[in-house]
């Protein structure tokens, strides 16, 4: 008797596709999930970066004010 021609090899493989089927789809899904976030933090990342650039920005005028009108009191 051949074992492909077994009247339970239908129902196992039925089984064993049919777990193979949800499993890849759950692992789509968190796979989505993951990178839909990782993009979410790079995001919030280039915008920190930017407020910090402009921060920075702002700390170096007040700097040059404050040395300008140190040299304008000398």
């Not at 039925?14 to 979410?40: C, N, S």
């Not at 933090?41 to 407020?51: A, D, G, K, N």
Request: glycine share 4%; no cysteine; proline share 3%.
């Amino acid at each position: 008797m051949d074992v492909l021609s077994s009247p339970f090899m239908i129902p196992i493989l039925g089984i064993v596709f049919g777990t193979g089927m949800i499993v890849v789809i759950v692992v789509t899904i968190f796979w989505f999930k993951a990178r839909d976030r990782e993009l979410q933090v790079h995001q919030e990342m280039q915008l920190r970066e930017m407020e910090h650039q402009r921060r920075m920005k702002e700390l170096e005028l007040e700097i040059e004010k404050t040395r300008a009108r140190q040299a304008a009191q000398v």
